[in-house]
Each structure stands twice: as structure tokens, then as C-alpha cells.
């Protein structure tokens, strides 16, 4: 999944980061890459933290951003299979 940030994540979260645990809670082995303008690595401890995979500034470059979606497909692949 990717995530923003910056998403109006609604009652009980005030931002993306903050729905993480939401997301995981209803599928669990969910990758979470969060993407963002800013960054700060408080939120991108923060992110981590409650579950994220990884912390992307939208900054990134393409490339990299698009082997990261691949790994986590990959990896969410081989937690189905064990």
C-alpha cells in the first residue's frame, strides 16, 4: 500500500502515519510504504514504528521508488507462502 502522509485519514487519525496501525489491524502481513513531501525523520521513525516498510520522500526518484513497490510485493508474496 502506498500511503501519504498528508492523507485525511479520518476519525481517530489525523493523518496517514496515524492510520497505519488501522490498516494493519485489518490485514496484517499489509506492506506500507508512506511517501511524503517532508522529511522529517521524526515521522519517518514514527512510520516505522507502527509498521510501515518503508518511508519514501516523494522526492525520491521514480526508479527507486518503484523498486521499493516491487520489494514489497515480493516480500508479501513469501509471507503468504510460508
Given at each position: ?10 476519525p ?12 494493519l ?27 510501515a ?13 518503484v523498486?521499493q513497490i ?5 516480500r ?7
Amino acid at each position: 500500500m502506498l500511503l501519504d502522509k498528508q492523507l485525511g485519514a479520518g476519525p481517530g487519525a489525523e493523518n496517514g502515519i496515524d492510520a497505519i496501525p488501522h490498516y494493519l489491524e485489518l490485514q496484517p502481513n499489509l506492506q506500507i510504504i508512506v511517501i511524503t513531501a517532508s522529511n522529517g525523520t521524526q515521522d519517518a521513525a514514527r512510520a516505522v514504528d507502527l509498521g510501515a516498510l518503508w518511508f519514501l520522500p516523494k522526492q525520491t526518484a521514480d526508479s527507486l521508488i518503484v523498486a521499493q513497490i516491487d520489494k514489497a510485493v515480493r516480500r508479501n508474496f513469501s509471507l503468504l507462502y510460508l
